[in-house]
């Protein structure tokens, strides 16, 4: 009896208890494993949002157009209401990098060609960079995007804290845009002057599968001569005569450089600018006692193509990867080693 109570408990203890108490460890263990995690990732956004501790432009001073108010902010912090104004936040976190670095490196360059008074910069994005304050970015968002879709931006930012792109040394003028369709410009064929050595023409893959790529405007022939006559009052077409409304040169960029109307010759980038239209690539065909402009990208084409870099994120492409495709011959390097 005695030996079969010693089996009773010893099978007991074997098949109930032993297993309880290797189950309670294995629990105590996976949860010291999930508190380490957690500690770890942390640590880890810590120090993602540590403050780069700049020996200068760490701080700037951004002047607000619509008040006047000139306002000393860390320009980190200024650069996630750039970053969150010029590029969607549900892009690639590698294009929202490259978007960092590169609005960065605008700003310093900014910095030392002043062009405001009493301001390094200001928050038009006619004259410098778009900027929209958290308050008013948070409030366009859908609100259960909100919360996720600004520590987006700020790890673009933190992430590549102190990082610009520099040439022969020296910040770049970091132009971007929102779409090449599909080839980047020069800036003489926009803007005259002699030009970047690092701004040139490259073609971008995957640019087409963005609403940005296409668009159209369709005028009517009083409409058109009204528009254009905003600079050239004499102008005059004759809208029977096909060579009245020609294209007559491209740019490297595929963009029209020289598009003739009747009695004048203009610029693409003017017909851009007096027509609407979103980039100064397109062409021209008459329907219909109607005139149709087709254009392919949106902005000025020169630089860095915001979907283009998120069509190389989508491939696998890093920032340093994107920026190396839109720039020319430049290096990117800590701010503090300049």
Known sequence: MKKFIIYFLGFVFVCFVLPALLTSKNKETSSEIVNQISNKNEIQENLSNEKYQ????????????????????????????????????????????????????????????????????????????AWISKENRLARWEESLRESNWKK?????????GKIITYQNEPINAFFHSNSGGKTEVPVNVWGGTGYPYLQTVETAGEDSYSQYSSEV???????????????????????????????????????????FGNHNLSGVEVRTLLGLRSANFTITQENGNIKFSVKGYGHGVGMSQTGADSMAKQGSTAEDIIHHFYTDVEIKEVNNL
């Not at 931006?153 to 804290?161: L, P, R």
Request: with cysteine.
């Open 54 to 129: 700049y020996k200068q432009y760490g701080t700037i001073k951004l002047l607000h157009n619509d008040t006047g108010v000139v306002e000393d902010v860390f320009i980190d912090d200024y650069l996630c209401n750039v970053v969150s104004a010029e590029m969607p936040a549900n892009y690639e976190i590698e294009a929202l990098k490259a978007q960092a670095i590169v609005a960065r490196t605008y700003t310093i360059y900014k910095i030392k060609n002043k062009k405001h008074e009493n301001a390094d910069i200001c928050d038009d994005s006619n004259c410098c960079q």
């Open 218 to 260: 369709i005028l009517s022939q009083q409409e058109l001569i009204e528009k254009l006559k905003t600079k050239y009052a004499d102008i005059t077409i004759d809208f029977n005569n096909a060579e009245d409304i020609k294209i007559l040169e491209y740019t490297d960029g595929d963009r029209v450089k020289t598009v003739k």
């Open 153 to 161: 931006i700020e790890e673009a930012v933190y992430s590549t804290k």
